[in-house]
């Protein structure tokens, strides 16, 4: 079938991308999907750093590729070995699939998956090959969904049903930011009730963080960023108090459990320093493959400290997604707070853009059927 999507042509062009339009809207012939793959009408996708990272080089990734990971959308038909999943349903999907059958599978969200992670590094779908084509030229896939376009085929692997009651909007958000924020805070982090929570970075994964805290009732949840609006966001959504890094380290605040969520070298060296001694330091973000930090290894012996790496929030997708939307229809997880704009697929390079400059916490890209 003929579907429009968001082709990322080159990695690296200069910003501003409005102008350099690494991004091309095309029309793509997208394949059937085969035994345990589903053909996905897009409702409803994020745009996130994880996507930006790969326009500005960097993670590194194929080219050409049909952009996207975050997002949600109605499923049209499943393919003869899908189980647990019918036409008309919304799904959410994640950028990381997972197996079920590999030794990182069995690690209860701590590792990712291994054949879902050589997939996704490679530009393809978990079972092999790719659905996406351009005058008979293989488009390749991103992280196995590819959600800047109409329709996309997906793996099982990579869905989550939702209910109808859950706007698309909503839905997609819960597949990578809340995924990866909430995860960091209840999979990796794991605060007691009696811990003060501190979230470094507020863009889309920092922020989701710090709703799930407030949702969880922390006494005490500290909110940091270099952006002035991302702090006064933070204070609006339930942060108790906010600080640049600089007025951090001048007041000497600290906290039990910390999350580094901007993906940022010095952010990092702001989280560590932040945190308590025998306190928890996780680290979500992804800074270029080539940055270091000063970590001096007395402190983490002397005050026996740990350090976490958290990859989509050690998260597994199946178990998690009901109860983050639990917590929504609740209304325990505003995630709605988390949503800056919605914009057209055309404004995908303007979007880029606006989330390189911190303009931007999630632009939600909106489809309907006029567009496919």
């Known amino acids: 079938m003929k579907i429009t999507g968001a082709v990322l042509e080159e990695i690296g062009r200069p ?19 085969q035994a345990t793959e589903l053909l996905i009408r897009m409702e ?9 990272s790969v326009v500005n080089g960097d993670r590194a990734r194929p080219v050409p590729m049909l952009l996207g990971h975050e997002a949600a959308g ?38 990712p998956c291994t054949p879902g992670s050589a997939a996704n590094s490679e530009g393809r779908m978990l079972s092999g090959g790719r659905r996406l084509s351009r005058g008979g030229d293989s488009v390749h896939h991103h992280l196995g969904v590819s959600g800047f376009a109409t329709y996309a085929v997906v793996d099982q692997a990579t869905v989550v049903p939702v209910g109808s009651d859950v706007p698309p909007e909503v839905a997609a958000v ?28 507020l863009g889309g994964v920092g922020i989701a963080a710090l709703l799930t805290a407030v949702g969880e009732g922390y006494q ?7 952006a002035e609006d991302k702090l006064a966001l933070a204070l609006e959504v339930g942060a108790h108090e906010v600080y640049t890094p ?3 380290e001048e007041q000497g605040i600290k906290a039990h459990r910390v999350v580094e969520c901007a993906g940022h070298e010095s952010a990092f060296e702001t989280a560590f320093r932040a945190t308590k001694p025998g306190g928890v330091t996780v680290t979500v973000g992804f800074p270029h493959p080539e940055a270091t930090a000063a970590i001096p290894p ?75």
């Open 15 to 33: 910003s501003p991308y409005a102008d350099s339009t690494p991004l091309s809207i095309s029309e793509l012939e997208l394949q059937d999907p």
């Open 44 to 52: 409803a996708a994020g745009v996130c750093h994880s996507d930006l």
């Open 74 to 111: 109605i499923v049209e038909s499943v393919g003869p070995e899908v189980e647990g999943i019918e036409p008309g349903q919304r799904v959410v999907m994640t950028f990381l699939p997972r197996c079920e059958d590999c030794e990182n599978c069995a690690a209860d969200g701590r590792l």
């Open 174 to 201: 819960l597949g990578c930011a809340v995924l990866t924020g909430g995860g960091s805070l209840l999979n990796a982090a794991k605060p007691g009730p009696q811990d003060t929570v501190m979230i470094v970075g």
């Open 220 to 226: 005490r949840i500290i909110g940091v960023d270099m």
């Open 246 to 248: 600089q007025q951090l």
């Open 298 to 372: 007395a402190v983490i012996t002397g005050e026996a400290r740990t350090i976490m790496g958290s990859y989509l929030g050690s998260s597994v997708p199946k178990r998690d997604i009901p109860r983050y939307e639990q917590l929504w229809r609740e209304g325990r997880l505003q995630v709605e707070k988390l949503i800056t704009s919605h914009i057209r697929l055309a404004d995908i390079n303007q979007a880029m853009d606006d989330l390189a400059a911190g303009r931007a916490v999630r632009q939600i890209i909106t489809f309907d059927r006029q567009e496919a």
